[in-house]
């Protein structure tokens, strides 16, 4: 944006519609859905010069999508915002990608990819350690499903329970919490569940772990340099 910065958000947006080859009534009604897509409506007289840098992403993200295309690729995108901004982003990307547009988004900021995309690809050193879906990703990164919970009273029975049961590979106590590690499918936590609830166990809370993709970048890559 430097190179534009004395120019308001419509100029800048009216531009790149004119430089992709939009013309005439389609080239305004393409920029008019833009500015109301990225909700930059009320700032359209503003200079670039003058806008935050959530407002910046928001208008070259504009910019990017002006013209329609089937494929976005953006490169950390959500590098030096706020939190507010980055969740308005998220929400952004997501519906491009309910209309079924393909986006390709390279970022280190891994632990927030987890809830928008559907696939990753984890390169090291110019070298694929790893690609597939997320839930493909996730499950052979961690085969093991770590599970917290608590009950009202008797945590040293169910820890002795839980050390007994099958599928439980590991178990110990945290505080007032019980960490353990299942293996097998979900059915093997419901069925774990149920029989510890009909055992007389006051189970106050039950909540898998969730692993994210930086947990799956830390297991894949060996922290090598290019």
Request: charged share 30%; with cysteine.
């Given at each position: 944006l430097?190179?534009h910065?004395d120019?308001?958000?419509h100029?800048?947006?009216?531009?790149y519609?004119r430089?992709?080859?939009?013309?005439?009534?389609?080239?305004k009604?393409?920029v008019?859905?833009i500015?109301?897509?990225?909700?930059?409506?009320g700032i359209?007289d503003k200079?670039?010069k003058a806008?935050?840098?959530?407002m910046?992403?928001?208008v070259?993200l504009g910019?990017a999508?002006?013209?329609?295309?089937?494929?976005?690729?953006?490169?950390?995108?959500?590098a030096g915002?706020?939190?507010r901004?980055?969740?308005?982003l998220?929400?952004?990307?997501?519906?491009?990608a309910?209309?079924?547009?393909a986006?390709?988004?390279?970022?280190?900021?891994l632990?927030?990819?987890t809830?928008?995309?559907?696939?990753?690809?984890?390169?090291?050193?110019g070298?694929v350690?790893?690609?597939?879906?997320?839930?493909?990703?996730?499950?052979?990164?961690?085969?093991?499903?770590a599970?917290s919970?608590?009950?009202?009273?008797?945590?040293?029975?169910?820890?002795?329970?839980?050390?007994?049961?099958?599928?439980?590979?590991h178990?110990t106590e945290?505080?007032?919490?019980?960490?353990?590690e299942l293996?097998?499918?979900?059915?093997?936590?419901?069925d774990?569940?149920?029989?510890?609830i009909g055992?007389?166990?006051k189970?106050?809370e039950?909540?898998?772990?969730?692993?994210?993709l930086?947990?799956?970048f830390?297991?894949?890559?060996k922290g090598?340099?290019q």
């Open positions: 430097p190179a910065s120019i308001t958000v100029e800048y947006l009216d531009f519609a430089a992709y080859g939009l013309r005439g009534q389609h080239r009604e393409a008019e859905a500015e109301e897509f990225t909700n930059v409506t359209l200079h670039l806008l935050s840098k959530g910046k992403q928001r070259t910019r999508l002006v013209h329609d295309p089937d494929i976005l690729v953006l490169d950390e995108p959500a915002l706020d939190p901004a980055r969740i308005e998220r929400e952004l990307l997501t519906v491009l309910e209309q079924k547009k986006v390709l988004i390279s970022s280190h900021i632990t927030e990819l809830e928008i995309c559907n696939g990753v690809v984890i390169i090291e050193k070298e350690l790893e690609t597939g879906t997320i839930e493909a990703v996730l499950k052979k990164s961690s085969p093991r499903r599970i919970m608590r009950v009202l009273d008797k945590q040293r029975e169910l820890l002795k329970e839980l050390l007994q049961s099958p599928h439980v590979a178990a945290s505080g007032r919490d019980v960490l353990l293996e097998g499918e979900e059915e093997s936590s419901a774990l569940l149920a029989n510890l055992k007389g166990f189970v106050v039950f909540k898998q772990s969730k692993t994210n930086e947990d799956i830390m297991n894949v890559t090598g340099v």
